[in-house]
């Protein structure tokens, strides 16, 4: 599994995993990767949509940033409304860094620009082949594998990373806790494909009393829409005639993550070590920056610190978005008037605008120590 350097296997070719595997690469390694689908998520789903500027930063060195900054929508402003009247607008170069604070992408696209970069290492995931258990002392796992055609093979990798997602057979292999909470809200998703290319620059909420319904841009001529709220469709107000109805999902939110991300030579990376709302859309970033912070620190030998370095980051996520998403879910039409008035307020303040920003963009957690200069 690698000329030199110890051999690494990956669970799961999501954007943690493929990130993990591109980042070994570029660092010498040659890392196995598996996944249990049959490909990378369709394009139609678009999942994750938000690219933050941490990713950007952190997917630089490997050159995907280029490729992102190509092909994906440019939000220049966010902007909350409450009917007609704007409540407030920030410009998203506020966050001031090297990039906007986010870009519009869907998960799939992502993935497909990951496989890219790896395949230039020669390296593509085993799809169709699944890790059905990890057994065995974590400083030397013994990890059973199921291929396509039933066959069963049993892997004693040097490390191995659990990216699994949130279902982790790896997290639960070794009985890692994942203890949290199940909100009661729903969140609705829909993404609407229109005749003619809409506005795809801006990223749009209007509050009601009580939910909000949001939208983004997925590509030029397709909105999503993310709403708390179950009619979220008759309060659409399309901006073009809509050609179909690409996707539509619904969720329930759950704040979960592990209390620890590595046992032995065993280390968890994204959703299989933490699951939050989609208010800021920081969850595939988040995981995208645990594997860069893994790949760098196997690289250096650091491997056991991976988990007191990135626990503050996960913990810090955990709280603004867990924030966030009380404040879009109240319930009670007293406090929403009042955040109604006063956040907008708040907002036009400068510094707390653009702090606000900042956390969108990924820059309130540890900038990668790898990248000259990175925020
Ligand atoms: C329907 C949906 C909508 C979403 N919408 C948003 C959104 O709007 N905003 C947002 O920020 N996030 C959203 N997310 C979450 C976002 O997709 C995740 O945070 C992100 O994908 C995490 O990446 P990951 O690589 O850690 O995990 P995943 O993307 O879940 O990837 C895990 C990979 O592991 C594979 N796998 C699982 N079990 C095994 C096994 N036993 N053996 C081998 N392979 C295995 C899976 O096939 C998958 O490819 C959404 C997720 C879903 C499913």
Redesign the pocket.
Known sequence: MGEGRPGVLI???????LTAGLELCRRGFSPRI????SGPAPME?S????VNARTLTLLSPSGVTDRILGVAQHITHFRVRSGSALLFELDTGRAAGAYRAIQAMP?GLMERLLLAALREYDVEPEWN???EAVAGDPTEPVVSIRHADGATESVRPDFLIG???????VRKSLGFGFPGEALETCFY?ADYRYEHPVDARVADIEVFNPGILGHLPVTPDTLRY?STLSDYESRIVHPDKVVEEVWR?E?RVHFRHVESMSRGNVFL????AHIHS?AG????NL?IEDACWLAYLLSEGRQQEYSSLRMPAVRQVMKVTYRLTAFITMKNPLLIGLRNRIVPMLLRIPPIGTRLLRGVAGYDTPPPPWIAGAE
Do not use: K, N, Y
């Not at 669970?11 to 995993?17: F, H, L, T």
């Not at 598996?34 to 689908?37: A, G, I, R």
């Open positions: 669970a799961g070719a999501g954007p943690s995993g598996v996944d249990s689908e789903e999942r994750a949509l938000g998960q082949t699944r890790v990216a699994d997602g949130a279902h982790s057979v998703l993310i999902s969720f990376a994204g959703d299989a989609p859309a920081r969850g595939m995981g």
